[in-house]
Structures are given as C-alpha cells and as structure tokens.
C-alpha cells in the first residue's frame, strides 16, 4: 500500500510546485495587509483537493482498471486517497500555524480572525473544517468524477470560512472575545465532528468504489 501512496505523491509533484507558488503570492499580497483570510482558503482548498487531483489523473489514464489486476484490494486504494488528504490537511496546518504565530507577533492585533483566537485555537479550528471539507469531497468524486464535483468544491470550501466567521460576528456587536473555555470546547468539538466525518466518510467512500465497474 505505501506503494500506492508513493505513486500518487509522484503524480502530485508537478501539481504542488505550482500550489506552492500561488500560496507564496497569496501570502506576499494579502499577510502584510493584515488579511489572511485568502491563504487560509488556498491551504483548505490545497489539502482537501488532493485526492480529486489525483483521480483525475487516474482516470486520465485509465489507472483503476489497471489497479484491478493488482495485488490490491479496492479498499486499500480508497485508504490512500484518505491518506493524501490527512497529509495534505496536516501540511495545511503547519503553514497556516507558522502564518498565523508569525503574524501575531509581528502584526498584533491583524488579522481577520486572529484579533479574537489564538494561533493554535484557529489552525485546529480550520484543520477540523478542512477535513470536513475533504470529507464530503471524497465520496462525491468517486460517485459522480471531478467534473460534477469541481463546480461545488469551492462552495464547500467556503464552509469553514463561514463558521468561524459567523462565530467571531455573533460577538462583535457586544464588544465580547472568545472565552478560553467555550473556545476550547468548540474547538474539541469542531474536532470530534471532522474524526466522526472522515471515518463515515472513508467508509461510504469504500462502499462507493466497490461497486463501481471498470
């Protein structure tokens, strides 16, 4: 199976470079205007795609009907593309830690979300809501292929967006900031959902893929 992994990570290759390079811009334009509201959308969109690049590669190509005269189970094929999505997600939020530690100390009191969480509260915050993204993306290119999918990924990308913008407004209005209890708790929470959604995820995802015909 690290096989298949090794496979994909070499397919990505090229995809990644050019991800690196709009990341790098988005950073350069928006992080010193204090709005890293961009970059933390790129870095969700990044981790959660990963897999959807990778189909398409696939079936570009043909790959699974290749893949079923292998010894590989189909299971184990649906198992790698959840494991480039936790990779993705975690590489995800190294970055968005490192951009949101560096603009609270050189830009304190910026940012969009960062004037009410701290670092650490706001990257597992969006981790959990990139996973939940990644999760419904999954299942959906493997039922319906990239090209139904890519119309909704961006709308499904904006959700965690919404979340924690809709959770730092509510308490604007009253001149309130994020308790660290409460927080602590809707950040477990958030956290507890993405686990739950990734597991009946990767499960309906296997069930999708097992029937499918190649």
Request: aromatic fraction near 10%.
């Amino acid at each position: 199976m690290n096989g298949l992994l090794y496979k994909d990570l070499l397919n990505l290759s090229s995809t990644t470079k050019y991800l690196v390079l709009v990341m790098l811009f988005f950073c350069v334009i928006f992080v010193p205007q204090g709005n890293e509201l961009p970059v933390y959308i790129l870095l969700i969109i990044f981790g959660a795609m990963l897999p959807m690049t990778v189909n398409t590669y696939d079936t570009t190509v043909r790959w699974d009907k290749y893949a079923a005269s292998l010894p590989v189970t189909r299971k184990e094929i649906v198992w790698t593309r959840y494991q480039l999505m936790l990779i993705g997600m975690s590489v995800a939020g190294i970055i968005s830690l490192i951009i949101a530690t560096m603009m609270t100390v050189l830009l304190p009191g910026e940012g969009v979300f960062l004037s009410v969480l701290d670092p650490l509260t706001l990257t597992v915050m969006f981790l959990a809501c990139g996973l939940l993204v990644g999760s419904v993306i999954l299942p959906l290119t493997l039922k319906f292929g990239n090209e139904v999918t890519r119309y909704i990924i961006i709308m499904i990308a904006l959700v965690p967006v919404v979340v924690i913008l809709g959770l730092t407004f509510l308490l604007l209005p009253s001149g309130l900031t994020f308790p660290i209890l409460p927080l602590s708790m809707i950040a477990g929470a958030l956290t507890a959902v993405a686990v739950i959604g990734v597991v009946v995820s990767y499960r309906l995802s296997v069930r999708i893929y097992m029937k499918k015909e190649f």
